[in-house]
């Protein structure tokens, strides 16, 4: 009977490490001496941060899965950021490089609020309506899409934003690793994130800040009329794959 025992425990036990192995990690830091966070890889999909960064900090930490244009995300989070912080879907593609965020919650700053930001219309996903924004810098395309109420818990159709972008004329490549993300770039803050698993309540939601003055930014903007904030110095770059 110990045999058997034993013999459970040890199935248990690996069964236990496969699924913790199953989450991807995603910890980097630009290596400033403002960037000062601790992050720890928890059971399963959890994982912790804790962060007081000063200017020109800035660090991205979480857990996800391999790439896949029909991923579907659950997760859970307390989230207690203070000053530039998101708590989003992120993920790099290929040909063309995009850095993309499904933005589900966040402190302060709006990342629509730049002046280099064009807007691409509204498409809904998961029981609200998400904004579309495009950034290029010259070396990297940023895509995002912008819950417009924050949550701290749900379900993400990534399918959704995908084809919301494509349909933009944003293209997409080749999809990398994606991850529920804190990313933190300016202030404090801790949160407790549990990929894989959706609150067992129910999830409060609070109508997401517009800290921006933008031109054509309506209910009734469709997808792919773009638009720049006020105070932009430059038109969209042309997208090409």
Known sequence: MLFFKSILISVLAFFSFAQAQQFLIQN???GEDATNYTYKSLEAGRFTVDWILGGGGNFVVGK???GSRTLVVNYTA???PQGNSYLALYGFTSNPRVEFYVVEAFATHNPSDNAGHSFYGYHNSDGAQY??????NGNLRQYWSVRRTNR???TITFSNHYNAWVAAGLPMGSLGNTFIVVEGQQGRGNADITVGVRPTGSISETPTATTRSAVCVTPTQT?????KPRGAK???APYMV
Do not use: D
Request: proline letters at 0%; a positive charge.
């Open 131 to 136: 904004e579309l924004w495009s950034k290029y």
């Open 234 to 236: 430059r038109t969209a």
């Open 152 to 154: 701290r818990g749900g």
């Open 78 to 80: 307390n989230y207690n």
């Open 223 to 227: 997808i792919g009329t773009v638009c």
């Open 28 to 30: 980097w830091g630009n």
């Open 64 to 66: 996800g899965y391999r």
